[in-house]
């Protein structure tokens, strides 16, 4: 059964950093493409960024370009996202997704990140 | 960036009806149309993918079709269990981007 959990999210002030995880399991983690997508509280669904399998390819939003980095260790079946200079728009449930081909087709329950003074 | 217009935000039926949700992209997508559903406080799932193929274990009274730069997610006779948000990504460029959803409620 494939799994994902993400952890370590919670309340930050605007101008920290976090860094989130996410932990694979049930499926050969460095055969596929990775993706961190968010959702403010209320709203659509956001793509955040993607990493290839072996780390080769990666896209950003422009919303988080230069204040974000994903990247994996597929030692540790782990997907990373480090965001710094956070503000208070990136508020929101923070999913990691795996990519099968061009959809993402499973999801993690997703990680809460709060941005407030 | 491809934009998609998903439409009606809202969309109020009886349980029974059978329906049609609309995403129109930007620009033609070709096929590169997913569709997602959202129940409250869970996360999203596939429905659709590349515009009309099926996904293993979700019911057949979803349907998906279009090309280019208009497509439709149906639902036949609508089950209490789909009221929920449906989202409609591309993949045909990066950055992936989605629709704004359909809010699916009961009547």
């Known amino acids: 059964e494939v799994q994902l959990v993400e952890s370590g999210g919670g309340l930050v002030q605007p101008g920290r950093s976090l860094k989130l995880s996410c932990l694979a399991s049930?499926?050969?983690?460095?055969?596929?493409?990775m993706n961190w997508i968010r959702q403010a509280p209320g709203k659509g669904l956001e793509w955040v960024a993607s990493?290839?399998?072996?780390?080769?390819?990666?896209y950003y939003a422009d919303t988080v370009k230069g204040r974000f980095t994903i990247s994996r260790d597929n030692a540790k079946n782990t997907l990373y996202l480090q965001m710094t200079s956070l503000r208070s728009e990136d508020t929101a449930l923070y999913y990691c997704?795996?990519?099968?081909?061009?959809?993402?087709?499973?999801w993690g329950q997703g990680v809460m990140v709060t941005v407030s003074s | 960036d491809i934009m998609l217009t998903q439409s009606p935000a809202t969309l109020s039926v009886t349980p029974g009806e059978s329906i049609s949700l609309s995403c129109r992209a930007s620009?033609?997508?070709?096929?590169?149309l997913h569709w997602y559903q959202q129940k409250p406080n869970e996360s999203p799932r596939v429905l659709i993918k590349y515009a009309s193929q099926t996904i293993s274990g979700i019911p057949s009274r979803f349907s998906g079709s279009g090309s280019g730069t208009d497509f439709t997610l149906n639902i036949n006779r609508v089950e209490p269990e789909d009221f929920s948000v449906y989202y409609c990504?591309?993949?045909?460029?990066?950055?992936?981007?989605f629709g704004s959803g359909t809010k699916l409620e009961i009547k």
């Open positions: 620009q033609s997508i070709s096929t590169n």
């Open positions: 990504q591309q993949s045909n460029s990066w950055p992936f981007t």
């Open positions: 990493i290839s399998s072996s780390s080769s390819y990666i």
């Open positions: 049930g499926f050969t983690f460095s055969n596929y493409g």
């Open positions: 997704a795996r990519r099968g081909t061009s959809l993402f087709d499973y």
